[in-house]
């Protein structure tokens, strides 16, 4: 079966710091990944998609980068965090001609 | 940008009541409409999708109702339960996934 992981589940980081979360999926090969941020109370925003190593596609300008450096690992990061980059951060994948998506357990983030 | 309307907001229901979330959409391209369940602090599930060749899809005490002519379905949640209290979210997907919209989002809570 397949699982995915998120690390770390809580962080807090003060502003202008960098940032790296990452995410894993086990049990499936070459699939879609992408990662989310949601505000308190509030909706999912699609952040970046990649559907294979090296490939990612950003859907908001912003302060936030994500790569994908192996099949099934895909990174998010910033080099200065900023207030407004507080929130939770969901990884979730899919198949590359699937639609279901696979949410992870998200990370907590708190910018202070 | 595509666009999808979730309404109500929020759903106050008793316990034992039938909750209804509705979604609507705008491109008729969409051909996958999942409903996803969020609890706090968790990432989102997938609780029941359906595709437009039916009008209805029942699991268990969840049935999605579609109509393709009006660009809308629904989640039913017979009996709810305090267990059921969570943010839920529909979605539309098309292009085998490539392309989707998530809804805003309904925070329901079931009072004992």
């Known amino acids: 079966s397949q699982t995915i992981h998120q690390w770390p589940a809580t962080l807090v980081q003060p502003v202008g710091s960098p940032l790296s979360l990452e995410c894993t999926v086990e049990?499936?090969?070459?699939?879609?990944l992408y990662w989310y941020r949601q505000a308190a109370g509030r909706g999912l925003q699609l952040l970046f998609y990649?559907?294979?190593?090296?490939?990612i596609s950003s859907e908001v300008p912003q302060n936030l980068s994500a790569s994908r450096p192996q099949d099934r690992q895909f990174i998010l990061s910033s080099k200065k965090l900023l207030l407004s980059d507080s929130g939770f951060y969901l990884c979730?994948?899919?198949?590359?001609?699937?639609?279901?998506?696979?949410f992870g357990p998200g990370t907590r983030l708190t910018v202070t | 940008q595509q666009q999808v309307k979730q309404s109500p907001q929020s759903l106050i229901v008793q316990k034992g009541g039938i909750s209804i979330i509705n979604c609507a959409y705008e491109?008729?391209?969409?051909?996958?409409f999942p409903w996803y369940q969020q609890f706090p602090g968790k990432g989102p599930a997938l609780l029941i999708a359906?595709?437009?060749?039916?009008s209805e899809k029942k699991e268990g005490r969840f049935t999605i109702s579609f109509n393709k002519s009006a660009k809308q379905f629904s989640l039913h949640i017979m009996d709810s339960q305090p267990g059921d209290s969570a943010t839920y979210f529909c979605?539309?997907?098309?292009?085998?996934?490539?392309?989707?919209?998530f809804g805003p989002g309904t925070r329901l809570s079931v009072l004992p």
């Open positions: 049990g499936t090969s070459n699939p879609n």
């Open positions: 979605a539309v997907f098309s292009g085998g996934g490539q392309n989707f919209v």
């Open positions: 990649s559907v294979g190593i090296g490939q």
């Open positions: 491109n008729t391209a969409f051909d996958y």
């Open positions: 979730a994948w899919s198949h590359g001609q699937g639609y279901e998506q696979y």
């Open positions: 359906i595709r437009p060749d039916v």
